[in-house]
């Protein structure tokens, strides 16, 4: 029998990225993609561990088939569907075959017991050769503890009897296409580590906290970290297109990541600053018509409700025009978040955060301390702010206050980001009215895009010469530009309240009081 082998992947977080890899830059076959609940069975005795074997029990999420699989060394024994959606308890609910019948008499009539129990995302891969014949098998395992603790990526090659000089040239090309270290604990130690660990800490990710005394470098790879993180969590429901709050999460993150790195300069290794600014850029225009559709949708019910109810009634052929814009934005953003450019970014920016030689020295402020360095560039986004907010007029163009919006986002995210080093007190006096700042802005942006947008797809009734329904939409349109305008003329006094003496004062209240003894 041929050994198995076994990889951490050292750059954890993006399954995503990393699986676009194997299968379109390595060319491996995906033979099966599944994600759900999984449950490691022994007798309380230990049994099955001493055997070398193990016995996982599956519950799929969604519509899937439960199932039951024994193992050794990674190379599945015995594989059943099961009916009942509960793991066997005792050797008589093992299914009655042939194929689990050693291991009815392994466990001679003895209980089982549930160990460890994991959320995972499941990936089975194959190499073929030139004949189309598997010559390994690629499993790529992402999971995390009941508790939420996320546990290491694992990879494993299982090559086939007389294909191990394919398999040793497989491992090749996987250790230069991702970030791997050789690992002898399979996923079910790691569980087993990972729920102990839960427990003891009371459970989540084991993520830095951001303290006044941190070094700048090490304080922007935290941030990051966390950002990424929500990136992950959300970037599944984001190719599903189940829930716009995916989206609208991943979005976020990608904006805050983008608003880090602008002000990493000193900090950021400068190159790697450059690459990921531009990619990020990249990421969130791919994924901005999709949120646009999305928040079309989402607030078209709301607008049509403000036209007389035989109007309402004409729109019902644009909502078709609607999903079916929103449905074509989406597959396009799914190629795109798809491709080899989206995977072998992700790869590398992981990587990037991985490489302890990539935040050492890698910037002339690198090694201050965060909070002298994050006050500076809070200074001077609120100065340029305050400079430019205080410059808008009646007669300023629509231009000005989007550029205001994006000045407003940078120093809101740099408050937010770095939340944890400054008093909670002056915090919380800046980002009210900062955040009222930018609701009015964003109002006035976004009007104005979607009365642009449903404009432009009115276009699409034409052909059925639909003239009520684009009458009914001119209203809805007409509506928009009434919202627009109010946001406009109440920006005077919104950005009045954050231009204040008090709000402004509390710029300089930031830096926490030292505690007297």
Same mark, same amino acid.
């Given at each position: 029998?041929?050994k198995v082998?076994r990889?951490?992947?050292?750059a954890?977080g993006?399954?995503?990225s990393?699986?676009s890899?194997l299968?379109?830059?390595?060319g ?18 230990g049994?099955l561990?001493r055997?070398?074997t193990?016995? @996982?029990?599956?519950?799929p999420?969604?519509?899937g088939t439960?199932s039951l699989?024994?193992a ?11 009916v009942s ?13 042939a194929?689990?019948?050693? +291991?009815v008499t392994?466990v ?7 160990g460890?129990?994991?959320?995972? %995302?499941?990936?089975v891969?194959?190499c ?5 014949k598997?010559?390994? !098998?690629v499993?790529f ?5 009941i508790d939420g603790?996320?546990l290491?990526?694992?990879?494993e090659?299982?090559?086939?009897r007389g ?5 040793s040239s497989?491992?090749k090309? +996987?250790?230069? $296409?991702?970030? +791997?270290?050789a690992?002898?604990?399979?996923m079910?130690?790691?569980a087993?580590?990972?729920r102990?660990s839960?427990?003891a800490?009371g459970?989540?990710?084991d993520?830095a906290?951001?303290?006044p005394?941190?070094?700048?470098a090490?304080?922007w790879?935290?941030?990051f970290?966390?950002l990424t993180? $929500?990136?992950t969590?959300s970037f599944s429901?984001?190719l ?11 979005r976020?993150?990608?904006r805050?990541i ?9 900090v950021v290794?400068?190159?790697?600053r450059?690459?990921f600014?531009h990619?990020?850029?990249?990421l969130?225009d791919?994924?901005t ?7 079309h949708?989402?607030?078209f ?8 109810p035989?109007?309402?009634e004409?729109?019902?052929?644009f909502? @078709?025009?609607?999903?079916r814009? !929103? ?5 396009a953003?799914?190629i795109?978040l !798809?491709?080899m ?5 992700g790869?590398a920016?992981l990587?990037?955060?991985a490489?302890d030689?990539?935040w ?6 690198a090694d ?5 360095i994050v006050?500076r ?6 100065r340029?702010?305050v400079?430019n907010?205080?410059?808008?007029s ?13 000045e407003?986002k940078r120093l ?8 944890p080093l400054?008093d909670?007190k ?10 009222d700042? %930018?609701d009015?802005?964003g109002?006035f942006?976004d009007? @104005?895009? %979607?009365a642009n947008?449903?404009?432009e797809l009115?276009g699409e ?8 329904a684009l009458m009914a939409i001119?209203?809805v349109i007409?509506q928009l530009?009434? !919202?627009g305008?109010?946001?406009?003329a109440?920006?005077?006094?919104t950005?009045g309240?954050f231009?204040d003496r008090?709000?402004?004062r509390?710029f ?10």
């Open positions: 029998m041929s082998r990889y951490e992947v050292t954890a993006d399954f995503a990393v699986l890899v299968t379109d830059h390595l491996l076959r995906l033979l099966s993609l599944d994600e759900g609940e999984r449950s490691w069975l022994d007798t309380p005795t049994t561990e055997a070398k193990t016995l @996982e029990f599956r519950l999420s969604g519509d439960p699989t024994w050794a060394e990674g190379r599945v024994l015995v594989y059943d569907p099961c959606s509960t793991p066997p308890v005792k050797a008589s609910d093992l299914p009655a075959s194929a689990f019948a050693r +291991l392994l001679d009539g003895g209980e089982l017991v549930a460890p129990t994991v959320n995972s %995302q499941v990936a891969l194959a073929l050769d030139d004949e189309e598997t010559t390994a !098998r499993i395992d992402r999971s995390e503890t603790v996320t290491p990526m694992m990879l090659v299982l090559p086939l294909y191990e000089d394919e398999a497989l491992e090309k +996987l250790k230069r $296409s991702v970030a +791997l270290s690992s002898a604990t399979p079910k130690e790691l087993l580590q990972g102990s839960g427990r800490s459970g989540g990710k993520v906290a951001l303290v005394t941190m070094s700048a090490r304080a790879r935290v941030v970290q966390t993180d $929500s990136m969590q429901g984001v599903s297109g189940n829930d716009p709050e995916d989206l609208h999460a991943f976020v993150a990608v805050r983008r608003t880090i790195l602008q002000d990493g300069d000193d290794d400068p190159e790697s450059d690459r600014r990619e990020y850029r990249w969130g791919v994924t018509p999709t949120r646009d559709a999305d928040v949708l989402i607030e019910p709301e607008l049509a409700a403000t036209l007389p035989s109007r309402r004409e729109l019902a052929s909502n @078709e025009v609607l999903l814009h !929103r449905a074509d934005c989406h597959a953003m799914t795109e !798809r491709s450019r989206r995977a072998e970014f790869t920016w990587s990037f955060l490489d030689d990539a050492t020295g890698c910037g002339d402020l201050e301390p965060v909070l002298r006050l560039r809070v200074e001077k986004a609120n340029q702010l400079k907010g205080r410059k808008i009646k007669k300023s163009p629509a231009i000005a206050l989007h550029e205001l919006r994006k407003g809101r995210y740099l408050l937010e980001c770095f939340a400054f909670e002056a915090l919380a006096t800046i980002l009210r009215p900062l955040r700042v %930018q009015v802005l109002e942006q009007t @104005e895009v %979607q947008a449903l404009l009115a009734l034409e052909g059925a010469d639909d003239h009520s001119g209203g007409e530009g009434v !919202r305008a109010d946001a406009r109440s920006f005077s006094k950005f309240r231009d008090k709000v402004q509390a300089d209240q930031l830096e926490p009081r030292k505690k007297k003894r």
